[in-house]
């Protein structure tokens, strides 16, 4: 799962995301732990350089420095 951390000028409306799981066939479940997509809205609270960075980790799990990372560095006007 991907943990977010945002600068202190943006903020998620929902800390969760919306989930889009992969198609599956008719009456077939998806398969637990199958890819998919989780969508978040981030807003502004104010202009000025900003940051998103999220670490790819299961969440009862502590960090040790070989997680999957991203840095996005946003201008806000």
């Known amino acids: 799962m991907w943990e977010l951390n945002l600068s202190q000028g943006l903020n998620l409306t929902d800390i969760n995301g919306t989930f889009y799981s992969p198609d599956s066939q008719e009456d077939i479940p998806p398969l637990v732990g199958a890819g998919g997509v989780r969508e ?3 807003k502004t609270d104010s202009e000025g350089a900003q940051q998103v960075t999220a670490v ?4 009862w799990e502590n960090e040790i420095g070989t997680e999957d990372r ?3 560095n946003v201008d806000v006007f």
């Open 56 to 59: 790819y980790k299961r969440p």
């Open 40 to 42: 978040w809205e981030i």
């Open 70 to 72: 991203f840095i996005l």
